[in-house]
């Protein structure tokens, strides 16, 4: 996650484990940086999840729970207790590794101008390959040696089908 970058922009990027939202949005709140903010609102995009709750219970307590008026697929918006708007990718819970890496580095590269469904198509559309490859750029990012994971969730768990 970064600083917020402006409207139409992606501020960073989010890969739940699955499509439930209220486990997945329990566990982003939980461990979302605390030197970034602290979540108050969440704006989501139905078509992203099995079922939208008005209000997920986290650690902190209840995060409020909205819909965008329009399908912006693969979109989340994170409203921050000191009124900061986060606008952040959601990567599909069932997308290989590479492809995953390399959707979250393109959403958190600063400066970045692709949208959600752009980065999405661009990744679908390429074989599995290092991220640091195609999406880095001087302006540096959240990947490297000092990588914090942003949850207790260390390994990529299979989607059950």
Not at 7 to 26: F, H, K, N
Not at 43 to 64: F, I, N
Not at 98 to 117: F, V
Request: proline content about 8%.
């Amino acid at each position: 996650m970064v600083e917020p970058q402006g409207e139409g922009r992606l501020d960073g990027g989010w890969w739940p484990q699955s499509r439930d939202l209220t486990v997945e949005l329990a566990d982003l709140v939980d461990h979302f940086p605390a030197h970034v903010g602290t979540i108050s609102r969440v704006l989501v995009s139905p078509p992203d999840w099995d079922a939208s709750p008005d209000r997920v219970r986290a650690t902190s307590g209840h995060v409020e729970v909205g819909s965008f008026p329009h399908d912006d697929t693969h979109v989340v918006g994170l409203t921050l207790t000191d009124h900061r708007l986060l606008r952040v990718l959601v990567v599909p819970a069932d997308i290989s590794a590479g492809r995953g890496e390399e959707a979250l580095l393109a959403a958190a590269t600063p400066g970045n101008t692709h949208s959600a469904a752009s980065i999405l198509e661009t990744v679908h559309e390429s074989e599995d390959v290092d991220p640091n490859d195609q999406w880095n750029d001087e302006g540096g990012s959240w990947w490297g040696p000092n990588a914090i994971a942003p949850s207790f969730r260390t390994e990529r768990q299979s989607p059950s089908r």
